[in-house]
C-alpha cells in the first residue's frame, strides 16, 4: 500500500475512534516511521491494540493535556491518559522548546501510554542541534537481577546528537537482550528464539517466544543491565508521577486500567562547550569508521545509520501489509 | 594501617610531589574512599602512577582551574591538566551549586584527568536530595562493535538517587563486560578471567589477563554496549572538549602528555515533578525487594548497596597495605 494511502486510513480509523485530526495524524505518522523503519513490533501490529484500549476508556482520546511549567528549562506535564504519541510529541517539542531559550531542557511526562519508539522523538531533537536523552519505562518483562519474577520493563535508553550529516547517531536501545516487540512477532509467527534471552515461567532458559512471554526475559549484562533498568524506572516513574515497580499495565492483555506510563526528556545544545562541535563529531565518527575491522564487517556503523538506511530504502517502496494486518484494518473500519 | 595515619601519609607523599594542602586531601580521601568500598583498582595501586605523571609533567600540580559560567544551570570548567579527583571534585560541587539554584545542573570539564570512581561523586549530589548522572572517558580498552581494535574506554555510566535512606541508589557501570581496573589486578596477581571478557591481540578469545590486556575488551551486549560507550565518548569527549576517539592516554604506559579526559555532570533535584519523591523511590525498592528470589540469592540489592555495605565493615578496621603497596608508598617518600 501507498504510504499516503495509508496514512490517510489510519487518520480515518483513528478518528473514527475518537481522536481529533491533530492527533490522529500525530498517531498515523510515529506507526508509519516505525513500518518505514523496519520496526514492524512498534507499526500496525498495534493499531487494534491502541482502538481496543480507547473503546475500553483506558486510553483517553479526548485528553486535556496540562503542561506545568517549573522553570524556564523544566516543564511537567499531565498527558491526562492520552494516547503515548500525542504525550510524546507534546513532551519533545516542549523539551527542545526550552533548551533552545535556555541551553538546556527537562522534560518530564507522567499519565502517559506507549508513545513507540523513543529514537522517532530524539530525531526531533538532534535535527535541531541538540543532545537528547529519551527515557521511558514499560510493562514487566525482565527481572531484577536476584529475582524470579519479571518487574522491569525492557525500559529503552535512548541517546541522540547531532552528526554534521544527515544521518544522526541515535541510539535506542531496551536494557533486555531481545526487544519484547521482536519476542511477541517471533510467537505469533512460530519462530524460536536465541539462547540465552529468556526463561520459562518455571525459570529454565527456553527458546520458545511464547513460553519465553509468559515466562521472564533476561537483562542486558545481568547486574549492569538490571540495574540500568532499575535507573530508567527511577527517572520515568519514580520521578514523574507514573506508574513504576512493575505497576505499568500491558496494553495488549490488560484493559483494566491506564498505563499510565512515564516518560524524561533531557536535552542541551550540542555546542555549548564547545563552538566546533560539528568538526569534533565529524572527527570522531572518521577516526572510528577507519578502524580495521573484524572478518565479514564491511562497515562499522554508529547507532541509528542502519535503521536511517532502512528508512531511506523503504521511504521508495509501498508498505507491505501482511494479511493478518489487512483484517485488522478491515475490522478496524467497520 | 589505620586510616587516619594512611591518609596522612598519603598527604606526605602528595604534598612532597608537589600538590597544595587542600588537592592533597581531596586526592587522599578519593584514593581512600576505593580502598574501603574494596576498589583496590582505584586507590592504592595508583598512587604511584599519579605521582610518577606528577614528575613527568603531564599532572600539572599547580593548575589554574577556570570555571566558565554559561548560565545559572550551566558551567565548563578547564581542568588544566589538574590532577582528575581535584577538577571531578570542583566539577560536582558546582554541579550540585547549579541544581540547587536552578532545579537543573550541567558541568562539562576538559583537560583532567583519570578521577578515582564515578559514584564517589554521584554521592555528594545524591546526599543533597539530588539525581545526579556523570559520565567520563577512559583509555582505548573496548572495541567498537565490528571493529578489531580497541578504541572506546571503559567509559563508565554513572547513575545515582536519594532513596530515602542511609544507603544511596548508585548504579556505577562500565561498559565492558570487566573492569580494566579489574583486569590489570588479575594480570599483576597472574589470575585467570572468566570466558567471554575479552580476546587477545590476535583477535582470539583469551582468559588470560596480561594477554587481555594486549589485545581487546570486550563490550557488553555486543552493539547495545558498544553504541553506550560511543554515547559516553560523545557526552565527556566530543561535547566538552577532552579527548575522544581513543586520544585519551593510557595513564600507566603513555607518558608522552596530558590525559586531557573529559567529564559531564548532570544533576537535578529528586522532588521537580513530585513532593514525595521520597516516598515513591521507598515503595518502589521495597516492591522490589520483595520479589520471589532465584536459588541460592538471599537479598535483592540495589546498585549501590554492596558498596555501602563493604565500606561500613571495612571502615571499622585497618587497611590491608599489601607488600607491593608497601614498597610504593616507601619509594615515593624518599
Redesign the interface.
Known amino acids: 500500500m501507498k504510504v499516503k494511502k495509508l496514512k490517510l486510513l489510519l487518520i480515518k480509523i483513528l478518528m473514527k475512534y475518537g481522536l481529533n485530526y491533530n492527533h490522529s495524524i500525530i498517531t498515523s505518522n510515529a506507526l508509519i516511521n516505525a513500518e518505514l523503519v523496519g520496526a514492524h513490533s512498534h507499526g500496525l501490529s498495534r493499531l487494534k491494540m491502541y482502538c481496543e484500549r480507547i473503546s475500553k476508556k483506558v486510553i483517553n482520546p479526548k485528553p486535556k493535556i496540562k503542561i506545568k511549567k517549573?522553570?524556564k528549562?523544566?516543564s511537567?506535564i499531565d498527558a491526562d491518559n492520552s494516547i503515548g504519541f500525542v504525550a510524546a510529541d507534546i513532551a519533545i517539542k516542549k523539551t527542545i522548546e526550552n533548551a533552545k531559550n535556555?541551553?538546556?531542557g527537562?522534560v518530564?511526562v507522567?499519565k502517559s501510554g506507549h508513545y513507540g519508539m523513543s529514537g522517532y522523538y530524539a530525531e526531533q531533537a538532534v535535527k535541531k542541534n541538540l543532545?537528547v536523552m529519551i527515557f521511558t519505562n514499560a510493562p514487566p518483562a525482565v527481572?531484577?537481577?536476584?529475582?524470579?519474577?519479571r518487574?522491569f520493563g525492557t525500559n529503552p535508553?535512548c541517546?541522540g546528537?547531532p552528526t554534521a550529516s544527515k544521518i544522526p547517531?541515535i541510539?535506542d536501545?531496551s536494557i533486555s537482550?531481545i526487544n519484547r516487540g521482536k519476542l511477541r512477532l517471533a510467537a505469533h509467527n512460530k519462530q524460536k528464539i536465541p539462547k540465552g534471552v529468556a526463561l520459562d515461567k518455571f525459570?529454565k532458559p527456553t527458546i520458545d517466544a511464547k513460553k519465553a512471554l509468559e515466562g521472564v526475559q533476561l537483562p542486558?549484562?545481568e547486574?549492569?543491565?538490571s540495574?540500568?533498568a532499575?535507573?530508567v524506572?527511577?527517572?520515568s516513574?519514580?520521578?514523574?508521577?507514573g506508574n513504576?515497580?512493575?505497576k505499568v499495565k500491558d496494553p495488549f492483555d490488560d484493559f483494566t486500567g491506564p498505563q499510565n506510563i512515564g516518560h524524561l526528556f533531557?536535552s542541551?545544545k550540542?555546542n555549548?562547550?564547545?563552538k566546533n562541535?560539528n568538526q569534533?563529531?565529524k572527527?570522531?565518527i572518521k577516526?572510528?569508521k577507519k578502524?580495521?575491522?573484524?572478518k565479514g564487517?564491511k562497515?562499522?556503523?554508529?547507532?541509528g545509520q542502519n535503521k536511517f538506511k532502512r528508512f531511506k530504502e523503504n521511504s521508495k517502496k509501498e508498505i507491505k501489509v501482511p494479511k493478518n494486518i489487512k483484517k485488522d484494518l478491515e475490522f478496524l473500519l467497520k
Open positions: 517549573i522553570s528549562s523544566i511537567h535556555t541551553g538546556i527537562l518530564a507522567k543532545i527481572a531484577p537481577h536476584g529475582a524470579s519474577k518487574l535508553i541517546f546528537a547517531f541510539l536501545t537482550v525459570g542486558i549484562a547486574f549492569r543491565g540495574g540500568l532499575w535507573m524506572d527511577i527517572l516513574g519514580v520521578l514523574t508521577g513504576h515497580a512493575g533531557i542541551f550540542s555549548l562547550f564547545q562541535f569534533r563529531i572527527e570522531n577516526v572510528i578502524l580495521p575491522k573484524i564487517v562497515e562499522i556503523m554508529y547507532p
